[in-house]
């Protein structure tokens, strides 16, 4: 609009200056020349100089339609691009809200993971310290149990055979029963690392629930081991008493 009335402004200010000229040199005297010695113009020439100003006019006035143009064109494009920027910026503000949202799911789920590796941490220790406990006790049952076999053996060669019979049950029995910490203690490392790995984890920002659900899922493996071999030590518990209870029979009846 600025550069439309500029041009106006010029059009109106050039015709308002021919104008006077012409009548200032149409009206100027009476005689032929007037004061300043200038003819005054003919009819004729008044005709032709109208006619160059209107030809002049249409000129600047299709150039002033020109620029109009232009101008709107640019106005209505300036409009178009600031509408799609608006979108664009509605579109970034609710791909920020979905990532917001996203991210403090992914921070709940580490927090749950976080208190579940806690959890089966307290309760692998707590079964680690039993398993250890009962292995001990095996193993001190068994060298209590090997002097007494040594010292009846030396007492009564008739049950000797019986007895190293009994020894080797008790001695594979032992074996067993240290293959069997050896496992649980293998667990046990196991399932320590698996516990580093969700740790670990949960310092990266790219952290998927699904990582953590299988780490856990690993993890819960590894514990139903550790139970497992419990119970298998407790066999093998129940064979050295057995051994001993077969072995304290043969005593009686030497």
């Known amino acids: 609009q600025s550069v439309g009335r500029f041009n106006e402004d010029q059009i ?8 006077k000229e012409m009548f200032d040199d149409y009206t100027g005297a009476t005689s032929i020349h007037n004061s300043n010695g200038y003819g005054r113009k003919t009819p004729t020439e008044l005709s032709n ?11 600047k006035k299709e150039e002033l339609s020109f ?12 409009i178009e691009s600031d509408n799609a920027n608006k ?10 809200k979905d990532l917001q949202e996203a991210m403090q799911g992914v921070a709940d789920t580490l927090s749950q ?5 806690g959890e089966l941490s307290a309760q692998n220790k707590a079964l680690q310290a039993e398993a250890e406990a009962a292995a001990q006790k095996a193993l001190d049952a068994l060298n209590n149990k090997n002097e007494q076999i040594a010292k009846l053996a030396n007492e009564n060669d008739d049950l000797k055979e019986a007895i190293e019979g009994y020894v080797d049950t008790i001695q594979q029995a032992s074996r067993e029963v240290t293959a069997k910490q050896q496992e649980i203690a293998a667990a046990q490392l196991q399932l320590e690392t698996k516990n580093a790995e969700i740790e670990n984890l ?9 990582e953590i659900a299988k780490l856990e899922s690993e ?16 066999d093998l518990e129940a ?16």
Not at 67 to 78: A, F, G, P, Q, Y
Not at 87 to 96: S, V, W
Not at 219 to 234: D, F, P, Q, Y
């Open 12 to 19: 109106r200010e050039a015709r308002d200056k021919v104008l």
């Open 49 to 59: 100089l109208m006619q160059g100003m209107y030809r002049d006019l249409l000129a």
């Open 67 to 78: 620029l109009n143009d232009e101008l709107s064109r640019t106005i209505d494009k300036k």
């Open 87 to 96: 979108q664009r910026i509605g579109q970034l503000k609710q791909e920020i």
């Open 113 to 117: 993971a976080s208190r579940k590796v």
């Open 202 to 210: 949960k310092l990266q920002d790219e952290m998927k629930a699904e």
């Open 219 to 234: 993890a819960k493996m590894l514990e139903n081991l550790i139970g497992s071999g419990k119970r298998e030590l407790g």
């Open 239 to 254: 064979k050295l008493a057995d051994a001993n209870a077969q072995k304290a029979k043969l005593e009686s009846e030497a």
